[in-house]
Structure formats: structure tokens, C-alpha cells
């Protein structure tokens, strides 16, 4: 069995104490029947109500207010690690944010969850493209399972994204949007023919230069992006992050007028970070786009990228124009948390909106620009 995963896996390393979140902060952590059953003996009578049910009968362990795990001591150290060791803990809560994504024809996917700053991190300091290895596993944690013959067939498209993503000398914008367009065809046309046509780089070079002609002016983009972020913060503010809820408040009091020059001298810092940001998509396409839904998926990523990007401005602003490197992987985190534990709640709601038009392809378009 050899082991296929994006290079920059290798040199993780928790930092431990000098990160701002915990692994659990902010996630419904599933865990699995033993430890649910293992846990529920060793607590009960300390911890009442510290799981729930899912619709389908998976476990979870249910967070308190701030979406902070129960199992937390008030130093944030994990009771159930220091009073029983790591091998109480469930098979999630060991090996995050290490992900095992399955194995097919002895070939085994292995990533690691964009939702942690040291991965962050990672992904910052790697140069693009980022390169995929293939070797033997060293890990004992690793269990093999097989991916099902949807994920198999969808082998071809995931990384037919990611090779869409990683297109030399193209605008980040322009690699973002071809992925969503691509996803979107996926669904309606036939897969072979879309597949030559997003393999055919002169095909590619036309459509990005078409796409270059459109365009809003800073007034509307503003509004799009301030209507995305006030209606999933009503939608979905857990509360647990520091940047979100000061921002919101500061947000109140701008006016889209006075802010073109700051916007322009903000993209300056934003196409500095494409590299992250490409990096950051490679990685989140590779781990999530194998379940039969690419266009929901991708629709995430892009919610993701564009509600970071906003957010980012945002607080760079609210700093007095800086930003600091731990700012912005938090910030980061924060979406990619957002966007990884509640996927299905999150295109539940995209969709909701779509009668305001802000996830719709030209809206997109016009905020990746
Ligand atoms: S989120 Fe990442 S860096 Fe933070 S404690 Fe967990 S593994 Fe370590």
C-alpha cells in the first residue's frame, strides 16, 4: 500500500499552547460507538448532556456555548486526555487534523484539515504548485478503507480541479471561477466532452480573457460583499471568534464611497497571499470533492474564499492597515472551521439566498475579481 498526499503533510507540527483555538473549538466532533460508550461510563456522573444524536444515529459530542467542547478543563486542556490518556479519546479527536480519505487500487489519500492554523501555516509557506507524494505509510494511526466506486469514478474530476487550479500565469479569480464553471457542467452535460474542453489550453486562455470583461464598480461589490457577511453572521455567528463579532459592529459604520482607495491598497496585500489562497483551494479540493457533489463543494470553497477575503479587509482596516500573520491565519481558520463542520447547513443556507442573487454565477464572478 503506498500512500498518496499534498508534500507540505510531512512537516506538520501542532504549536500547541501558541495556537488560538483548541482542535475542537467551533466543530460537532463525531465519535465513534466505543468511545461514545467508553465516555458515557467514565462521566456520567460528572458531565450530563455532553452528546447527541445525529438523524442517522452517529454519535457527537455537543458543544456548550461558544461552541466550546465539555471535555475542557478552564486551563482548555482535554480532561478526558489528562485523566484517562490519548487512548480514551475517539478516533477523531486522536488523529486530527490528520484526515484518512480512503484507498483505491493499494493507493491510499491522506491530507490533513485546513481548519488549523499550524496547517495554515503550512500552506502559507509552501510554494505553488503544490506537489503531491506517493510513498509507504509511516503511521500507525492509519486505517485503511476503500473508497466506494462513486469516489473512484469521481477520481478524474477531483483532480482535473486541482490541475485547473494550479494553471501557470492565470489570475487566481479566473482558476477559481473555471473550477465552480466546471463543477457546474458536470452536472447537466456529458463528462467526457467537458473534460477535453477544460483540458484545451487555448479554450482556456479564451474563456478567462471573456471573463475579464466583466466587471462591477466597487459600490456594487461592496454591497455584495457586506450582504453575504451580515446574512451569515445572523445566519450563524457561534460566537466563539474574536474577529467576527468586532467586525460586525465596525461594519455598521462604513460607507462603500470612502473606501475604493482602501480597497485598492488592500488587493495589493490579497494578490500577495494568492499563493496561500491557491494552496489553501488545492488542498481543500483534494480532501472534499470525491462525495458525488462538486458543485455543492465547490460552491463552499468559493463562500469560503470570498467571505475570507472580505473579512480580511475588514479587520486590516480595523487595525490601522495591518495585519498581523496570526490574524490572518485565524481568520482563515475560522471560515475553513466554519465551512468543514457544517457543509450541509452551509449549502442549505447558500441556497436559501439565492434570491438575493449573491451566489449566483455572475455575482460570484464579480467578488473573486
Ligand atoms: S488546531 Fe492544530 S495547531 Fe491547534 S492545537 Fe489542534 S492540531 Fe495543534
Not at 41 to 59: K, S
Not at 128 to 135: S, V
Not at 207 to 215: D, E, I, R, T, W
Request: net charge negative; hydrophobic share 40%; aromatic share 14%.
Amino acid at each position: 500500500m503506498k500512500m498518496f498526499r499534498p508534500e507540505f503533510v510531512d512537516e506538520f507540527q501542532c504549536i500547541a499552547e501558541r495556537c488560538s483555538y483548541t482542535c475542537c473549538s467551533g466543530w460537532d466532533v463525531i465519535i465513534d460507538c466505543d468511545t461514545y460508550n467508553n465516555n458515557k461510563q467514565l462521566y456520567e456522573d460528572i458531565e450530563r448532556d455532553c452528546f447527541f444524536d445525529a438523524e442517522d444515529g452517529e454519535h457527537f459530542i455537543k458543544m456548550r456555548e461558544k461552541a466550546v467542547c465539555p471535555f475542557l478543563n478552564e486551563k482548555g486542556l482535554c480532561k478526558i486526555v489528562m485523566e484517562h490518556g490519548e487512548d480514551a479519546l475517539s478516533h477523531t479527536c486522536k488523529i486530527f487534523p490528520r484526515m484518512i480519505m480512503g484507498s483505491y487500487d493499494e493507493v491510499l489519500e491522506y491530507s490533513v484539515d485546513n481548519g488549523c492554523p499550524a496547517v495554515l501555516d503550512l500552506l502559507r509557506r509552501f510554494q505553488t504548485p503544490i506537489k503531491f507524494n506517493l510513498d509507504a505509510p509511516n503511521d500507525d494511526e492509519i486505517v485503511d478503507f476503500k473508497y466506494s466506486d462513486e469516489k473512484v469514478e469521481h477520481l478524474i474530476y477531483r483532480n482535473q480541479m486541482i490541475d485547473l487550479l494550479q494553471i501557470p500565469n492565470m489570475p487566481l479569480w479566473a482558476r477559481l471561477y473555471l473550477i465552480y464553471d466546471f463543477s457546474t457542467q458536470l452536472e447537466n452535460f456529458n463528462h467526457p466532452e467537458i473534460l477535453q474542453k477544460y483540458n484545451d489550453v487555448q479554450w482556456l486562455n479564451d474563456k478567462c480573457s471573456q471573463l475579464s470583461f466583466v466587471n462591477a464598480d466597487f459600490g456594487t461589490k461592496f454591497m455584495l460583499y457586506r450582504m453575504l457577511f451580515d446574512l451569515y453572521y445572523k445566519y450563524e455567528n457561534q460566537g466563539y471568534d474574536m474577529y467576527i463579532v468586532k467586525l460586525k459592529e465596525f461594519c455598521n459604520g462604513l460607507c462603500a464611497d470612502d473606501l475604493l482607495p482602501d480597497w485598492k491598497e488592500f488587493e495589493k496585500i490579497w494578490e500577495k497571499e494568492s499563493g496561500f489562497i491557491e494552496n489553501f483551494c488545492v488542498n481543500s479540493v483534494f480532501v472534499q470533492s470525491l462525495d458525488g457533489e462538486p458543485q455543492k463543494n465547490i460552491l463552499i470553497l468559493l463562500f469560503e474564499v470570498i467571505q475570507m477575503r472580505f473579512v480580511l479587509f475588514l479587520w486590516w482596516l480595523y487595525c490601522g492597515k495591518t495585519l498581523s500573520d496570526t490574524d490572518m491565519l485565524n481568520i482563515v481558520c475560522y471560515y475553513a472551521r466554519a465551512a468543514g463542520h457544517g457543509r450541509g447547513k452551509i449549502y442549505q443556507w447558500l441556497n436559501m439566498n439565492r434570491d438575493y442573487d449573491i451566489m449566483k454565477k455572475g455575482a460570484v464572478l464579480v467578488m473573486l475579481k
